[in-house]
């Protein structure tokens, strides 16, 4: 008996997961606080969101951070959005997720070039709106020392 209910239970989580599931797939631009190596710096992101009902949403992005010509450093994010007001034309969500962050440079020291890279993992928080294809949110990433990032964008 206890099959045959995790078994319809199942069935109603995919169906309804099916019946709302929706990719939106596109990009923006990122400001950070701290990209370049303690600069305010610009990012390129591109991002993939799945709606999985009317309040919940996950997304992903890949942000490489433009920085000057030693030093490297991108971010990847996974969030979870929780929509709290508005509708279809224009919606306002809180969101929470994970980062994993990691830097990279070339350096010269008396003569001898060297390199050096350094991964973390942090979490995210903030918020965002969306009206109709166009994206703007605010987050906080507690790598590193932490940073305040600012992206806006068009999913499709």
């Known amino acids: 008996m206890r099959k045959k209910i995790l078994f319809v239970l199942a ?12 990719w939106r797939f596109g990009g923006g631009l990122s400001l950070g606080t701290e990209a370049d190596g303690g600069d305010l710096g610009f990012g390129l ?20 951070w433009f920085t000057d010509s030693d030093y490297t450093s991108w971010a990847f994010n996974g969030d979870v959005h929780y929509t709290f007001a508005g509708d279809e034309a224009m919606n306002f969500y809180g969101l929470a997720g994970l980062n994993y962050s990691k830097v990279s440079w070339n350096f010269e ?3 001898i ?44």
């Open 11 to 22: 069935l109603v989580v995919i169906g309804t997961a099916t019946s709302f599931g929706q």
């Open 45 to 64: 992101s591109p991002r993939a969101d799945y709606t999985i009902n009317e309040n919940f949403r996950v997304a992903s992005n890949f942000t490489y």
């Open 109 to 111: 020291f008396m003569g």
């Open 113 to 156: 070039k060297e390199s050096y890279s350094n991964s973390e993992i942090g979490l995210n928080l903030g918020a965002g709106a969306n009206m109709g294809m166009f994206f703007g949110e605010i987050k906080y990433e507690t790598t590193w020392s932490g940073q305040l990032v600012l992206s806006v964008g068009v999913l499709f």
